[in-house]
């Protein structure tokens, strides 16, 4: 009984450990099938309860006291919560605050800054846009040079690729953990070595790997990590990021947004600022209490399930998908642009098609399947682990073969929609 | 019947058109008399249902695909009402995204890259604290000098105040439209065209009087603006803030934080940043889309009231503070530390007393009134207008008076806790 029988799905949904943690979600329409978990995680049950009790309770009926009954640590808390389950990190180095781009640029200034005689940023050309951006603009605004590497699409930045880009000019090197097109899952304690020989400073991007592969921040040595919360950590449409700041870092380290919530004695609002000792200092405003109380619900659900556990569904879920694409879609014209082999592969598989933002858009309007596509010509199929079936990547993929088979996807209107 | 007869208030609450405003919000126990409306705004019941249509139906339901259903639009959306309603502002210069500190440093920054010849960003040194700290953090990092100029406490930045400070020297000067501590209301177009004629541009930081008090951006000829929506806006703790570009500064403004909701072709996800031609470009990363519509939802509400009466009760609220501090609590060694004329301040009032601190705390613990406290010695009331009755500020005056009489703050640990 290979791949291409529904029975074999079956049979691993019913040994599937994690079968269960579904349930905690809400699915309203189990046809639908959602393999775009990479983008836009899936609601928890219980953050709609937590949402009311933050809203109506918290808001509603304490008003300002809650500032005093649990908000004002509920950043540190959150990043406690995401640091000792998800990301591999010791308390008191993990916070939720602003956005990926935000804390992406806050951490990023605060490295150059601390390596004034260094003149590159290296990263990744193939790397999401807003981490090229934000580099740009502080390669432009401070003098220094941007490197934007051409890593193979496939294996991504190994640590051999990276040696030969990283030497004593780089202040910076930046990259995602896990490819946001290919899902190619990098070495970081390797390459976090290499830079460290170099004697450069590391910042990971962890949006498509916190939640879905095990992070260890801490034992590989990173230096900086920021991260979005709404893909496998469930937090909701652009909830509140987290970054991560190695705790030997933290006071030499100083971010360029000086805002109140870094200062040491906030509530003195005294004149000059005088950042805060340890973590906080790479906070700015208000933080969204709701949304960071998201990331709080989104982040336990996981640790109860296990990053372990989560990990190994992971695989076998884009196992199944790379096995019924070599079955059925390589001959219909498809690629596998992810790495074959899953230890070098995060929680999702993209498929190359010449037609592919035709067949993506056909998928949504005709057979009820949700992926995601980025140019030029990738198909993502991201099925997150806490809320997908084994069938319904079978189903998904059945529906998308006969789809191409049947030619649905020609009546498509190439014209490009937003696509997120 | 003089403001000290409780009848009077009940005569005013009568006759008051906004007085059914109140029903839209939840408050849950009326005998907790809520004066820090200024700080945290009350939770709307609309809000409520929206938010579970944003969470439930959009998210649970909908999926990645309400991004194509409304939510891209949905910080210049939410911009453009706050614009059109509360802010004096035509379409297109108003969007919801990150914090005020957040905006605050994104503006300041373009208009110091804007004015390379000019070394002097200006500002008030008891403007809110974060404001100091972004603007300080900025001249550090630009090689600028930040001027906090000491105005009047009672009149604040006045036209002729700031024409002594701002010259050909200055890029930047940013104030607070209200004072956070006293309520000064500072003529916004007199000091534009002050600062026109030296050419330097005007940051306005309108926390405490969006949604207070009329603004009228486009009018007074203001450059540029931010100011947050959990107060008087009553977006809830921590929700996206709003920025304001003129128009005709937008092209050729940019600001240092290159995310990729600020990208011209954002989905093209191409190699270079090249920022969208309108106020988008201030935008950065993924916003949070539940806090914006709470952002929405708060304007909206605030929009049917109709911005001119609820000034209009503002004022009537506060003249009633003022008249029984005159009365019952300068007797018993409190100051106004606010403006008397009303058309000189703000909807909240600072009264001074040596022991504000430990008054402050005991009307929340003992006499069921929620002010806050601001150092050194103020105590602040923000009755807002929406959501404050007549008779709410009659019998929080009582208690106050009645506790200082019997000495009930003395028992009050001055350590001093926490205070949002």
Same mark, same amino acid.
């Given at each position: 009984?290979g791949? *291409?029988?529904?029975?074999? @799905? ?6 599937d450990? &994690? @079968?269960?943690l ?10 639908? &099938? ?5 983008s836009?995680g899936?609601?928890p049950? $219980?953050s709609?309860a937590?949402l009311r009790?933050?809203v109506?309770?918290?808001w509603?009926?304490?008003l +300002?006291? #809650?500032? *005093?009954?649990?908000?004002m640590?509920?950043p ?10 998800l =990301?591999?990190?010791a ?5 939720v ?5 935000? *804390?992406?640029y806050?951490?990023? %200034?605060?490295a ?7 003149e %590159?940023?290296? #990263?990744?050309r193939? *790397?999401?846009?807003?981490d090229r951006?934000?580099l740009?603009? =502080?390669?432009?605004?401070r003098?220094?040079? !941007?490197?934007l ?6 294996e991504?930045p190994?640590?051999?690729? /990276?040696?030969?880009v ?7 090197l930046?990259l995602?953990?896990v490819?946001?097109?290919?899902? @190619?899952? %990098?070495?970081?304690a ?6 460290r $020989?170099?004697g450069?400073m590391? !910042?990971?991007?962890?949006c498509?790997s916190?939640g879905?592969?095990? /992070?260890?921040l801490?034992?590989?040595g990173?230096d ?6 709404y893909?496998? !950590? ?5 909830a ?6 190695r $705790? ?9 947004i000086?805002g109140?919530f870094g200062?040491?004695e906030?509530? %003195?609002?005294?004149q000059g600022?005088?950042?805060a ?5 790479f ?8 949304? /960071? ?20 569904k ?5 196992? &199944?998908?790379?096995?019924l ?9 498809f690629g596998? @642009?992810s790495p074959r082999d899953?230890?070098?592969r995060?929680?999702?598989v ?8 035709r067949?993506?858009?056909?998928l949504?309007?005709?057979?009820? /399947?949700i ?5 030029p010509d990738? +198909?993502?199929l991201?099925p997150?682990?806490a809320t997908?079936r084994?069938?319904?990547?079978w189903?998904a993929?059945?529906?998308l073969?006969?789809?191409?088979a049947d030619?649905v996807?020609?009546?498509?209107d190439?014209?490009?929609a937003?696509?997120?």
């Amino acid at each position: 009984m290979g791949p *291409n029988d529904r029975r074999a @799905a079956e049979r691993l949904d019913r040994d599937d450990p &994690l @079968a269960g943690l579904r349930e905690q979600f809400v699915i309203d329409d189990p046809e639908l &099938l959602y393999l775009d978990g990479n983008s836009l995680g899936r609601l928890p049950r $219980r953050s709609i309860a937590r949402l009311r009790e933050v809203v109506e309770r918290e808001w509603g009926e304490r008003l +300002i006291r #809650s500032w *005093n009954e649990g908000w004002m640590d509920l950043p540190a808390r959150a990043g406690d919560l995401l640091g000792e389950h998800l =990301l591999g990190a010791a308390p008191g180095q993990v916070a939720v605050s602003d956005s990926t781009s935000v *804390n992406l640029y806050k951490l990023a %200034a605060a490295a150059l800054d601390a390596n004034p005689g260094r003149e %590159a940023i290296v #990263s990744d050309r193939h *790397n999401f846009p807003t981490d090229r951006y934000v580099l740009e603009g =502080l390669a432009a605004e401070r003098g220094r040079r !941007l490197e934007l590497v051409e890593f193979d699409e496939l294996e991504g930045p190994t640590a051999a690729a /990276v040696e030969r880009v990283v030497d004593r000019r780089t202040a910076l090197l930046c990259l995602s953990h896990v490819d946001y097109r290919s899902g @190619a899952l %990098a070495d970081m304690a390797a390459i976090d070595a290499v830079a460290r $020989r170099a004697g450069a400073m590391t !910042l990971w991007d962890l949006c498509h790997s916190a939640g879905a592969v095990p /992070v260890e921040l801490d034992a590989a040595g990173a230096d900086l990590a920021v991260g979005c919360t709404y893909k496998y !950590l469930n937090a909701g449409p652009g909830a509140p990021a987290f970054l991560y700041v190695r $705790r030997e870092h933290q006071a030499r380290l100083r971010q360029p947004i000086w805002g109140w919530f870094g200062q040491r004695e906030q509530f %003195a609002m005294g004149q000059g600022y005088d950042p805060a000792p340890e973590v906080s200092r790479f906070l700015v405003g208000t933080p969204f209490v709701p949304g /960071v109380a998201l990331v709080e619900e989104g982040a336990a659900l996981l640790a109860e399930a296990g990053i372990e556990r989560l990990r190994a569904k992971g695989i076998a879920l884009t196992e &199944l998908i790379v096995a019924l694409h070599d079955d059925w879609l390589a001959p219909l014209g498809f690629g596998l @642009a992810s790495p074959r082999d899953p230890a070098l592969r995060g929680s999702h598989v993209a498929l190359a098609h010449p037609d592919g933002y035709r067949i993506s858009q056909a998928l949504i309007s005709h057979a009820r /399947v949700i992926p995601d596509f980025r140019p030029p010509d990738r +198909i993502r199929l991201g099925p997150a682990p806490a809320t997908t079936r084994f069938v319904d990547v079978w189903d998904a993929m059945d529906r998308l073969r006969r789809l191409v088979a049947d030619g649905v996807h020609l009546s498509v209107d190439p014209t490009r929609a937003k696509v997120t």
